[in-house]
């Protein structure tokens, strides 16, 4: 969770000491986009109600309209990985915080998705990577799309793994991981079977153990 962690909540700017409820109440209703109050937020998130006042400066530093755009998305993981072309990965995770599909990332699609992601169950954050993997969004995840994000954490990862990888890696990797998730062999995994293949199998969980890591 580094990226997103470091940019929008451990980097606000320097301000004076101050009341936090009301004024960031007052923030919130200064920018193009207002975001749902804090006591429903914190109703529907595992974040205390400083968490999500931190988290909100930090978030409104980084995007005064109140919204994040793809282009910040990529910005950002740019920024944390040089090494690598971060743009496509930063474009499905887009997608993934996107639930809305409008365009844009409002403070409340950020804060539920790293919700999940930080404090989610296990059934949780399965779920919220089915949804990643679906790049489509039609409720299934094809070995295409699989080898899509699976090529994209790769190309992120650039020169950095060791030992290297080799330029195969992904699919192979996505054969072994398709093969065992497609019990019914009909070519694509449904969200049970996915969630039932990644309980049942050590590798595949800290395979997704790691790319959360990349978040």
Known sequence: MGALMVIFSLQPKQRTKRK???EDELEMSTVRHRPEGLEQLEAQTRFSRK????????FKNECPSGVVNEDTFKDIYSQFFPQGDASTYAHFLFNAFDTDH????SFEDFVMGLSILLRGSVQEKLNW???????NKDGYITKEEMLDIMKAIYDMMGKCTYPILKDEAPRQHVEIFFQKMDKNRDGVVTID???DCCQNDENIMRSLQLFENVI
Do not use: K, M, T
């Not at 968490?51 to 930090?58: H, V």
């Not at 409008?102 to 990332?105: A, D, E, I, T």
């Not at 990577?129 to 790049?135: G, V």
């Open 20 to 22: 936090d409820s009301v």
């Open 193 to 195: 079977e996915f969630i």
């Open 102 to 105: 409008n365009g844009s990332v």
């Open 51 to 58: 968490e999500l006042q931190i988290l909100y400066r930090g």
């Open 129 to 135: 990577a089915f949804n990643l993997y679906d790049i």
